[in-house]
């Protein structure tokens, strides 16, 4: 049972827009910045968005973040064949003074 | 560019130690915390440890803490993970991350490196 919950799958149509969504607590999400990972099918994490909305170096700016209250969104447009993965938001929490993952959404391109 | 490789993995019996490494380069290793996270077969991801730029400063998941240990070389570039006490539910592949800056986010991955817990 993942600290952070996520939907544990999503499916759109290429082109099209989906978000992912992250839900949380007052001790995580709602009192510290929020990351997203993407993860291709085996290969390692990588880095989409930090800070909520930040994305880094080289991430396309189709890959979008927000976050409100104790929820953060991820939201990919234009959906590519190549976008299917699983993705992870992230955060700290200060109640356990641990990192935490969501429990992960796989993306499926259809 | 960034570079982050871990090596030290393998087969272990319930119960053993095993020691878990990473070889930073491509930047400035003594500017960065460093997180070890972990993803059982067919899991999710789970955060490890993470320990602070000068190694003062520690914080582990409750799932290892009392049994695992983090620790850096900043002479050497390199990170470890010393684990005790390996169990089962310990079997993953194991990657090391750069921490990206003042908040939480782990910008650099390794490719990983697989323990597998089994007599």
């Known amino acids: 049972q993942s600290v952070l919950t996520q939907a544990p799958s999503v499916s759109a149509a290429p082109g099209q827009k989906v978000t992912i969504s992250c839900s949380g607590s007052s001790s995580n999400i709602g009192n510290d910045y929020v990351a997203w990972y993407q993860q291709l099918p085996g290969a390692a994490p990588k880095l989409l968005i930090y800070d909520n909305v930040k994305r880094p170096s080289g991430i396309p700016d189709r890959f979008s973040g927000s976050k409100s209250g104790t929820s953060a969104t991820l939201g990919i447009t234009g959906l590519q064949t190549g976008d299917e993965a699983d993705y992870y938001c992230?955060?700290?929490?200060?109640?356990?003074?641990?990192?935490?993952f969501g429990g992960g959404t796989k993306l499926t391109v259809l | 560019q960034v570079h982050l490789v871990e090596s030290g993995g393998g087969v272990v019996q319930p119960g053993r130690s095993l020691r878990l490494s990473c070889g930073a380069s491509?930047?400035?290793?003594?500017?960065?915390?460093m997180h070890w996270a972990r993803q059982a077969p067919g899991k999710g991801l789970e955060w490890v440890t993470v320990i602070s730029y000068d190694g003062k400063n520690k914080y582990y998941a409750d799932s290892v803490k009392g049994r695992f240990t983090i620790s850096r070389d900043n002479s050497k570039n390199t990170l470890s993970l010393q684990m005790n006490g390996l169990t089962a539910e310990d079997t993953a592949v194991y990657y090391c991350a750069r921490g990206g800056g003042a908040t939480t986010y782990l910008d650099y991955w390794g490719q990983g490196t697989l323990v597998t817990v089994s007599s």
């Open positions: 992230g955060t700290w929490d200060s109640r356990l003074s641990a990192a935490v």
């Open positions: 491509g930047f400035t290793f003594t500017s960065h915390s």
